[in-house]
């Protein structure tokens, strides 16, 4: 049989050993956890520089897109701008061409007119004439029948 302080030393040392691996336990666990917390650091590290280097690119492209986008602007303004004074020009042109055309024709109605009132100028001296003849004929005429009348009464 066991004594009692033989059983107290055995228990003793049962306990001392499981508090020596529970002491092993917890060194074991917290150099597992600090691992794990070193790793997480790491992954959070990196994570972040990941991050850095998007935020990096996205805003590299968002410039890039910016500044094309600002270069097409320009460059439809450039074109609106060309296209307006082509418009402009045309219409100075058309407006011109209409004038000349304007005037042209003024002065070819101008020239029509003039035309006409000397050929009813000259149309009317000749009906002139023409009576004048005509009057000088039939007096001749009545004058020579006249004559024979006398002749012959």
Do not use: P
């Amino acid at each position: 049989m066991v004594n009692k302080m033989q059983q107290e030393i055995t228990l003793q040392q049962i306990m001392s050993q499981i508090a020596n691996v529970k002491k092993d336990m917890i060194i074991l666990e917290k150099s597992g956890f600090s691992a794990l917390r070193a790793e997480n650091e790491k992954i959070k590290l990196e994570l972040l520089q990941l991050k850095q280097q998007v935020m990096d690119e996205m805003m590299k492209v968002r410039t890039d897109t910016k500044l094309n986008f600002n270069l097409e602007k320009s460059r439809v303004k450039e074109l609106f701008s060309l296209n307006e004074r082509k418009l402009l020009e045309m219409r100075t042109e058309v407006v011109a061409l209409n004038a000349q055309q304007d005037q042209a024709l003024t002065q070819t109605d101008r020239k029509l007119d003039t035309e006409v009132a000397g050929l009813k100028t000259m149309l009317e001296s000749h009906k002139l004439d023409n009576i004048k003849y005509l009057a000088g004929s039939v007096f001749t005429c009545l004058t020579v029948a006249l004559g024979f009348y006398r002749l012959w009464t």
